[in-house]
Each structure stands twice: as C-alpha cells, then as structure tokens.
Nanobody, 124 residues
Framework: QVQLVESGGGLVQAGGSLRLSCAAS????????MGWFRQAPGKEREFVAA????????WYADSVKGRFTTSRDNAKNTVYLQMNSLKPEDTAVYYC?????????????????WGQGIQVTVSS
C-alpha cells in the first residue's frame, strides 16, 4: 500500500522558514515525479513545486520561485520542501503527491497518490 506522509508544518512568523518532509513507502518511486500542492481556505488546490525522483529536474510555481526549494533523499525515500521568506499568503494545507508521468506536472489531476496534508500558517 502506497503511503505519503507529510511532516514539518506549523506556525511561523512572516519572513521565517519551515521545511516540510514527505516520507514515501509502498512501492518504488524511482520513475515518479513528486509534487507539492497547497490549498488555502476557500481556494482551489494549487501547484507549488515538483521534483523528478531520479535526476535533478525541478519545477516551481512563480509565486514561490526563489523562496522555496524541493529536494529528495533517495536513501530515506523522502522528499523535502524548504520554504524560506514565508509570507502570510503562503498559509495553506500543503500536500505531497506522486505521479508516474512527466507531462503536466503542475496539474493536480494527474497525480496518483496523495498525502493527508499538513497545515502551514504564516502570521504577519
């Protein structure tokens, strides 16, 4: 059974940093794309970042480019989202997701597996 488990969320002041982790289990993810999405109250789920499990290709939403960095640790089967210079508008539930196709990685509909989500709150 595939499981994606996020951790590392919480409350932080504007300008601060948080690092989210996504521990993956249940299958081999070497050919997968690991994505990060977020959903704020009353808003649609939006793409944040993605990384190809093998290799170093990454994708970022314009709103987080230069502030967020996604990376992976193959030995730990874990993907990370380092979030710096956080803003109140970054407040949302953040989700980790996995897909096995490289097309349209910014689209939530193409992801096969999802974590349960974790709250990130940025106070002003």
């Amino acid at each position: 059974q595939v499981q994606l488990v996020e951790s590392g969320g919480g409350l932080v002041q504007a300008g601060g940093s948080l690092r989210l982790s996504c521990a993956a289990s249940g299958r081999t993810f070497s050919s997968y794309i690991m994505g990060w999405f977020r959903q704020a109250p009353g808003k649609e789920r939006e793409f944040v970042a993605a990384i190809r499990w093998s290799g170093s290709v990454t994708w970022y939403a314009d709103s987080v480019k230069g502030r967020f960095t996604t990376s992976r640790d193959n030995a730990k089967n874990t993907v990370y989202l380092q979030m710096n210079s956080l803003k109140p508008e970054d407040t949302a539930v953040y989700y980790c997701a996995a897909r096995n196709t490289i097309v349209r990685v910014t689209m939530a509909s193409g992801y096969d597996y999802w974590g349960q989500g974790i709250q990130v709150t940025v106070s002003s």
